[in-house]
């Protein structure tokens, strides 16, 4: 079946133009630059709209390549009441994710070959979205590690800090091992336990017994981040291992990364929305809503951040760390209250709604988002045929509506949360672009509203990418 994309406002590759796109089957067969008359392929464009099965008016919206968000926890297998592969990955696509990577942290851990095929089983029948799964890092399963086909499985996630699962990896000659020996990406999870329990020892002391969740900074402080970052590094360095640190929340960790990057150290980072969108502040509003580990830090951290996302910064992908738990979950103090929050649903429409609020963000435009979502993940994973639109790559596309009629609200509400949690730490918040359609492998998965059959494929990798992120 043929489907004309007609009249878009293309965003990809640095560009962002008026334009057409054809879909055959599962890919993308033709794009038709219309910005100049001299790029324009008017007769070719003619007998698109004439042979396509199918004319999609896209007059007025943007048309991006799919998110990829290669760190996302859909608690499944044996989390499931906090959400599963189905409910999530539906969540994902409401928000214009075409392709995901989930974590180890389920029960069991995917800390085997079999584990990891389990959930590619499972994937297969009900994931809306493309999938792929990191396996876990343990301190004995160096043999299963180095046994796995990387082409089918995204790298190896290591926790350097115990977290919601407890995964935490501590020998020094597994590590060191693991990071001479290691096949593939290494994604960490970096702060350091025992500055975070010694924090946590003497707030107890201080607080008397239950630390504040406002505190939560402060139990999980910056310099357990600093101290773990600079321990990956270090064995990244001494490895030539590609060390990807997840979740950077401190302005310290980002000159780290910038150091280690001008030495020639292979390592890239990530940051997520919620460490752009809020910081210490707003626990007051807020609560255990935005408690996560890492912790939410200070308002200059925000900053930084933000300026590190502009071209040529130390940020290399955005991923959302989607971490749902039920709000019964989230009741408690800094000790008690389960560390994470949804985002998969909101991401890109946050991103794009702070290139408008956020000055630090001024210079930048949706092109450096899809950079930055779905262009440097792909190249992180090299994976095959995705992360940006290109004829005879998969049609993995999201349509967005970048403002939002006057009929329709713009304020986001727990109510429209597609997860199986039902609440979002966004709720109240207005973001004006909208998904309007998105389209996993050529079909709408998702199309105002609606969902289709799952239709998403298990991701294939190349892996080992340049550490710059560029191609
Ligand atoms: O806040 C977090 N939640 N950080 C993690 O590292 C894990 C995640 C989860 O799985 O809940
Ligand atoms: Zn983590
Ligand atoms: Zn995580």
Redesign the pocket.
Known sequence: MLTLLHNAEIVNEGRRFKGSIVIDGQFISRIFDESTPEAGDVSGLEAALTSADRVIDCEGSLLMPGVIDTHV?F?DPGLTEKGDIETESRAAVAGGVTSYID?P?TRPATVTREAVDNKIKRASEVSAANFGFFIGATNDNLPELLDTDYTRVAGIKL?L?S???NMLVDDPDTLATLFSKAPALIAV?AEDEAIIRASREKLLEECGGSIPVERHPDVRPRSACVEATRRAIDLARRSGAHLHI??ISTADELQLIKEAKAEGVKVTAETCPQYLLFDRNDFDRLGARI????AIKDSSDRIALLRELLPGGVIDTIAT?H???LLSQKEGDALTA????PMVQFSLRAMLELLDTESELQTAGPERIAELMAHNPARLLGLDRRGFIREGYYADLVLLEPSSPASIPSKVTDAEVAGRCGWTPLAGMSLTPKVRTTFVNGTEAYDRGTFATPHGSPLRFTSGTASDGKE
Not at 291 to 294: E, L, T
Request: charged residues 10%.
């Open positions: 926890h608690r974590m942290n926790f800090g977290s919601t699962g999870h997840c979740h408690k996560c580990n890492p760390d971490a749902p738990h389960a560390s994470g929050m």
